[in-house]
């Protein structure tokens, strides 16, 4: 008689708890196969945010690459939906129009004119480009904010720096910037402060088109201060859409209908208020 191979021994002779210790190793696999994906995603999203918030165009223009479709055609944007919508409503948006419609079906709920992305394009020294485009393709509503706060990328202070034909001059939370007198430009908590001789702090009170200049520099705050966080800018309502764009209010009213933001859609406040009451998260939004 033949003796068992060992794969038939351990089995015959672990029985319910030689299966129980495979079943387990299959388990620990598949979880840390799951586990991989949520890292995997938790990095994707963490890098989204870093390029967002440090204008990373390289890696922005992957992303929006991934969700983008080619051309004009509303046919190819919708192409991108199930295959039926059902009851469930949805956003279109035509840049070449500068319309936007809040549709059920052929039924329009709701419509208004919107300003979409110039096409522009600036680059700064250094080799960084940023092209102000509003992105093709299908989004969704990822959630609806109150209030929103404007933190501008690095290229609002390229733009301003060179309509007042200032230098740019990062600063740094670690190295105040001295501005005579033993004064110096210098992080305080969260604020960006001018500090005194005599030890007082006054931070410096900034909006869009009025930033913080001395001598001759313009001078960028750290993303964490408050200096970079402008109110009012983008209306008293957002719908957003991810990668850093929404469908906002505006503090300019005159340039809705046309080209005229670095990307995201503009509505009037009023229309921003009657969107955010109305549209649910999670609705589609198909621009072409």
């Not at 890292?39 to 929006?64: F, H, I, M, P």
């Not at 200032?166 to 001018?194: C, E, F, N, Y």
């Not at 406040?269 to 939004?285: C, K």
């Amino acid at each position: 008689m033949t003796s068992p191979t060992p794969t038939r021994g351990f089995f015959a002779s672990g029985g319910p708890v030689a299966w129980l210790s495979v079943a387990c190793a299959a388990a620990a696999v598949a979880l840390a196969v799951v586990q991989l994906r949520s890292a995997l995603e938790a990095r994707r999203e963490r890098d989204l945010t870093q390029a967002v918030y440090n204008d990373n165009a390289e890696l922005l223009s992957t992303v929006r690459a991934r969700a983008a479709t080619a051309g004009d055609s509303l046919d190819r944007v919708l192409a991108a939906a199930p295959d039926s919508l059902g009851d469930q409503p949805y956003i279109v948006i035509s840049i070449a129009e500068n319309q936007l419609w809040y549709k059920r079906g052929p039924t329009v709920l709701f419509r208004t004119r919107v300003a979409t992305g110039t096409g522009k394009h600036l680059e700064r020294a250094g080799g960084t480009k940023w092209k102000f485009e509003t992105p093709r393709g299908r989004l969704v509503v990822i959630r609806k904010d109150v209030e929103p706060a404007w933190v501008p990328p690095d290229w609002h202070y390229v733009e301003e720096a060179r309509k007042q034909k200032k230098r740019l001059r990062h600063l740094d939370a670690r190295t105040p910037i001295p501005i005579g007198d033993g004064a110096v430009v210098a992080m305080s908590g969260r604020d960006v402060v001018t500090r005194y001789p005599d030890g007082r702090e006054v931070p410096f009170e900034v909006s869009e088109g009025k930033e913080i200049v001395v001598g001759r520099d313009l001078i960028v705050p750290p993303l964490n201060a408050n200096q970079r966080r402008y109110t009012g800018v983008l209306g008293a309502n957002r719908l957003f859409l991810g990668d850093g764009y929404g469908i906002h209010g505006t503090d300019a009213p005159a340039s809705i209908g046309r080209g005229a933001s670095h990307g995201c859609v503009r509505v009037r406040n009023e229309d921003a208020e009657a969107l955010f009451r109305i549209v649910p998260v999670g609705t589609p939004v198909y621009i072409y």
